[in-house]
C-alpha cells in the first residue's frame, strides 16, 4: 500500500517554462512534508518544505503547495533551468515521541527540461 | 562543514554472506536513518537510531541491524544477504528535535550475486 504517491514517471519541459510536479498521500498522520532532488550517482538534496498548517512555502524559484482536504502537493519551479533535470521525490513524516518518523517516499518523477 | 558521508561507495558480496555499511552524520546532527532504494523505486526507511538506540523501525526484517556510536556515526548491518538485497543504500542525519528536514549521503551501491 502506496502512502505517498507520485503518478507521473517523467515530465518533460521547455527552459523558461513552468515545472509542476505533483504528489499525493493517503495517511492523515503526515504532518509534514519535503521535496527533495536526485541527480544519478548522488543521495537526495533537500530542496523545500511545508508544515500541515501551512498551504505554501516559497524558496526563490522553488513552491510548495499543500491542499489537506484533497491530500495533495505540488511543487511548482518558474522558470525552470536546465540544471533542473532530475529525479523530484516527494516526501512525507509524521512527529513521534518529540522526534519525526522515517520519511516515507513517492517512486519520483524524472523531470526532463528541454532547451 | 562536512556533510553525510557513507564508505564503502560501491560493494560486491554473494548470497548468504553478511555485509556492513558505514555512515558519518552532518556535524551537529544526533540521529541516523537509513533507507533501502531498489532501482525505480523511492528511498524505503529500513530504521532510525538516536541516543545510540533503535528509535523507530519501517517494515524490514530482522536480517537488518544497526548501531549508533557515541560520536553518532552509525553501521548498517544485513545478514544471510540475498539477490533482492542489491540496491542503494542511503544513510541520512537530522536533529531529532527538528527531524523532518533529514539530509542524505551519497550512497553505497551494495550488488548481492
Known amino acids: 500500500d502506496q502512502q505517498v504517491k507520485q503518478n507521473s514517471p517523467s515530465l518533460s519541459v521547455q527552459e523558461g517554462r513552468i515545472s509542476i510536479l505533483n504528489c499525493d498521500y493517503t495517511n492523515s498522520m503526515f504532518d509534514y512534508f519535503l521535496w527533495y532532488k536526485k541527480y544519478p550517482a548522488e543521495g537526495p538534496t533537500f530542496l523545500i518544505s511545508?508544515?500541515?498548517?501551512?498551504d505554501k512555502n516559497e524558496d526563490g524559484r522553488f513552491t510548495v503547495f499543500l491542499n489537506k482536504s484533497a491530500k495533495h502537493l505540488s511543487l511548482h519551479i518558474v522558470p525552470s533551468q536546465p540544471g533542473d533535470s532530475a529525479v523530484y521525490f516527494c516526501?512525507?513524516?509524521?512527529?513521534?515521541?518529540?522526534?519525526?518518523?522515517?520519511?516515507?517516499f513517492g517512486k519520483g518523477t524524472h523531470l526532463i527540461i528541454q532547451p | 562543514d562536512a556533510g553525510v558521508t557513507q564508505s564503502p561507495t560501491h560493494l560486491i558480496k554473494t548470497r548468504g554472506q553478511q555485509v556492513t555499511l558505514r555512515c558519518s552524520p552532518k556535524s551537529g546532527h544526533d540521529t541516523v536513518s537509513w533507507y533501502q532504494q531498489a532501482l525505480g523505486q523511492g528511498p524505503q526507511f529500513i530504521f532510525q537510531y538516536y541516543e545510540e538506540e533503535e528509535r523507530q523501525r519501517g517494515n524490514f526484517p530482522d536480517r537488518f541491524s544497526g548501531h549508533q556510536f557515541p560520536n553518532y556515526s552509525s553501521e548498517l548491518n544485513v545478514n544471510a544477504l540475498l539477490l533482492g538485497d542489491s540496491a542503494l543504500y542511503l544513510c541520512?542525519?537530522?536533529?531529532?528535535?527538528?527531524?523532518?528536514?533529514?539530509?542524505f549521503g551519497p550512497g553505497t551501491r551494495l550488488l548481492v550475486l
Open positions: 511545508i508544515s500541515s498548517i501551512k
Open positions: 516526501a512525507a513524516s509524521a512527529r513521534s515521541g518529540g522526534g519525526a518518523d522515517g520519511l516515507t
Open positions: 541520512a542525519s537530522s536533529l531529532v528535535r527538528r527531524g523532518e528536514t533529514q539530509y
